[in-house]
């Protein structure tokens, strides 16, 4: 990464504050091919449409943060939970999806075995970039950063082909990576009833599972397709990945619940299997990073 882009993403940071450490600079300064790729997706390399990101609310960007905090700790208690899931799926013993229920919610927990331990950094970075689905579901259509907190912190959209293959849906999320130890993080995204102008749902959004999201509303200035109606809205309940290094292999741990908010007369195991294969597509992070 060159000096100037380096001087461009820590000037806009420090104007809404969030030039909280210095080392970012020299981190990433000798970071790897990859993470330049992953900075320049999330703060793009066009110095106006980052400070146009930028939040320069402080009390909202403590809300984010007071959010991700309850999601971290709820997501970590569902990961770790082994007496009420129900095995859905089993690809090998390397790869097995779960299901549970919370209060008629479905939950599904994917355990995967990643026997690559270099792998661990850049895994991280591609599950970070808000267009990573790209790499594991043909129904991907595109990712964004729609705000940034800081740069661990955002709201990203993405968007998927409809269910029925006819039109679009998309959802919008709060975001956060968090580096719980030395060979362990977690990446966890939420959905909160934010107003983005949509034209079609405006019903509102009450998370089933995360309490505190029900509080943050922030604006979201969205594309003009969503402000006229054109697209389905879905919400990511909570979704969390957590990396684990060992000796020998990465474990992930992939925690997800989707309201794919779909009309009644499409049939419930007919979503439910379109979102966990979603799910068992996750699996593909084994041949991705392949040892060679």
């Known amino acids: 990464m060159n000096k100037g882009y380096i001087k461009v993403v820590l000037a806009l940071l420090s104007i809404t ?21 992953e900075a320049e997706q999330i703060l793009y390399n066009d110095p106006e449409e980052v400070q146009h990101l930028i939040c320069d609310d402080p009390e909202e960007a403590r809300q984010a ?20 899931y129900s095995l859905y799926y089993k690809i090998d013993k390397g790869a097995i999806l779960y299901s549970k229920y919370i209060d008629g919610v479905e939950v599904g927990k994917l355990e995967l075995i990643v026997p690559n331990p270099d ?7 591609l599950i970070w970039d808000p267009n990573s689905g790209r790499n594991f579901n043909d129904s991907f259509v595109g990712g964004s950063v729609s705000k940034i907190y800081n740069q661990n912190l955002v709201i990203v959209q993405q968007r998927y082909t409809n269910y029925t ?24 995204l939420v959905s909160s009833d934010m107003n983005d102008h949509d034209g079609r749902n405006n019903g509102g959004y009450i998370n089933p599972i995360v309490e505190s999201a029900n509080s943050f509303k922030p604006d979201v200035n969205s594309e003009e397709d969503i402000r006229n109606g054109e697209l389905y809205k879905m919400y990511v309940n909570i979704a969390a990945f957590f990396f684990k290094k060992e000796a020998d292999y990465v474990k992930v741990t ?9 009309i009644c007369i499409i049939p419930h195991y ?4 379109a979102k966990f294969n979603r799910m068992l597509n996750i699996a593909k992070l084994r041949d991705i990073f392949k040892k060679e």
Request: net charge negative.
């Open 17 to 37: 504050g969030y030039m909280q450490n210095i080392a970012f600079a020299s981190d990433s300064a000798t970071s790897t091919n990859s993470s330049n790729e």
């Open 65 to 84: 943060e007071a959010l991700m905090a309850d999601v971290l700790d709820i997501a970590q208690e569902h990961a770790n939970d082994v007496d009420n």
């Open 119 to 125: 792998s661990y950094d850049d895994m991280i970075n």
């Open 165 to 188: 293959g006819s039109g679009y849906r998309y959802f919008y999320a709060l975001a956060k990576k968090v580096k719980l130890s030395e060979d362990e993080t977690a990446i966890l």
């Open 254 to 262: 992939y925690l997800s619940s989707l309201d794919a908010n779909i």
């Open 270 to 273: 007919f979503v439910k299997r």
